[in-house]
């Protein structure tokens, strides 16, 4: 049997398995003092922040309901091209409700200011935002993210949900690519 391999594409580990598993067991605490007694709606922005938003529900000590968006920011190659869409919506109703909008990644920040900005027009009591990783872009103006797991550089990663070409997902670690695998 010929295994392919994901992790020799890897070029580097930026942050480790341990390092995520500790940072999201922070995030959960921090979150739990203060959405603890709201009943807060988790909603996992697909499919990225897939393993970050089920780890980090586990970390959260408190009744919640968990629901699944989807949304596209038409991605070619390794750079957004600005133009944001929900490809699949949450039916849950979402007035007095606080919101929780969990993403892989804010680079651009388009994304997570165009699902808050649809959000706040259904009413909810309050909507955050958290993003485990927060990419360190030089735009003054640019959409600010309520809680971050890790700020990172302006490169392109992989891993733990976050995809190139929709492989990599699988990693249990976020890295960074090798060049060669781009072409
Ligand atoms: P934004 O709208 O530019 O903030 O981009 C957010 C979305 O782009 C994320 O949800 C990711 O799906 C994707 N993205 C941005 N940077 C990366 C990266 O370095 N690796 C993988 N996906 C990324
Ligand atoms: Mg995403």
Redesign the pocket.
């Known amino acids: 049997m010929l295994i392919r391999s994901a992790k020799e594409d890897v070029k580097y580990v930026m942050h480790s398995r341990e390092e995520i598993a500790a940072r999201v067991r922070e995030l959960g605490r921090e979150l739990t003092e203060k959405f603890g007694d709201k009943k807060p709606l988790m909603l996992c922005?697909l499919r990225?922040?897939a393993f970050f938003f089920t780890d980090l529900c586990k970390e959260m000590d408190c009744l919640m309901d968990m629901d699944f968006i989807s949304?596209s920011?038409y991605?070619k190659g390794?750079k957004?091209t600005g133009t944001?869409h929900l490809v699949k919506d949450t039916d849950i109703n979402m007035e007095g409700r606080h919101v929780i909008v969990v993403?892989?990644?804010?680079?651009?920040?388009?994304?997570?200011?165009?699902l808050v900005k649809l959000f706040q027009t259904r009413n909810p009591a309050s909507v955050t935002t958290v993003s485990l990783?927060d990419?360190v872009v030089d735009k003054p103006e640019r959409?600010q993210v309520d809680y971050y797991g890790f700020k990172?550089p302006d490169?392109?990663?992989?891993g733990y949900g976050?995809?190139?070409a929709d492989y990599y997902r699988n990693l249990p670690y976020i890295g960074v690519l090798k060049e060669e695998c781009y072409q």
């Open positions: 922005v990225g922040a949304a920011s991605f390794t957004s944001v993403e892989d990644i804010i680079d651009s920040g388009l994304t997570l200011e165009y990783l990419k959409f990172i490169e392109f990663v992989i976050l995809d190139y």
